[in-house]
């Protein structure tokens, strides 16, 4: 049990256009999700907490205007990247929060052009 | 707190011997650590945890040590295989933070036969 995916697995996108990245609870229900962000060879960085039906937590340092997230229902959020450029080309991943636990997705990795 | 290195370390170890990753975390009220293994590619997968009321704890083949006092973390893997071969983090969640994780710098695991 406690499977998260993640879709897509890789999108390639031209500078200016705009990406969503689902982020599933598979066979559980979660309140709060969590997106990273991983550049390479570096470690995870935490962007956002998302809470289910109410506003995402925002660090330090990530603009909410361009890193939007919804976490409409129990079992999905999205990431939303508006207006990729190339310094947003990254490895995107999601957890989910059950009990005082997280559950990994595999990743999301996006290239801007 | 968060890491930002450029390089990640390197452990070189032969296969069949024992390795220990070594993580030095930066918050005295953590109350809950984490290690996990990533693969290329992949999101990271739990290894173990370990709470702050204990100073070690043994799973298959892995053990985590804590020290409190140098707040250091170590992850043993017994009998080390190349399957092993992975980068390891460890993590932190501070007390209160409602399972939010901090993630260190990362190790890259190296098997060599």
Not at chain 2, 96 to 112: C, D, E, I, M, N
């Amino acid at each position: 049990g406690a499977v998260v995916s993640q879709h897509p697995s890789w999108v390639i996108c031209k500078s200016g256009t705009s990406v969503k990245i689902e982020c599933r609870s598979l066979d559980f229900q979660a309140t709060t999700m969590f997106w990273y962000r991983q550049f390479p060879k570096q470690s995870l960085m935490l962007m956002a907490t998302s809470n289910e039906g109410s506003k995402a937590t925002y660090e330090q340092g990530v603009e909410k205007d361009k890193f939007l997230i919804n976490h409409a229902s129990l079992t999905l959020s999205t990431l939303t990247v508006t207006s990729a450029h190339p310094e947003d080309s990254s490895f995107y991943i999601c957890s989910a929060g059950r009990r005082d636990e997280q559950f990994f997705g595999p990743g999301t990795r996006l290239t801007v052009l | 707190g968060e890491s930002v290195g450029l390089h990640l370390p390197t452990l070189s170890v032969q296969e069949g011997d024992n390795s220990i990753i070594n993580c030095a975390y930066s918050n005295s009220a953590s109350d809950y650590f984490i290690w996990y293994k990533q693969e290329s590619g992949k999101g990271p997968q739990f290894i173990i945890d370990i709470r702050s009321n204990m100073d070690k704890r043994q799973g298959q083949r892995v053990t985590v040590l804590l020290n409190k006092t140098v707040k250091h973390l170590s992850l043993q893997i017994a009998a080390t295989q190349p399957g092993d071969s992975a980068v390891y983090f460890c993590a932190e969640r501070p007390t209160g933070t409602a399972s939010k994780l901090t993630f260190g710098t990362g190790t890259r695991l190296q098997v060599t036969l």
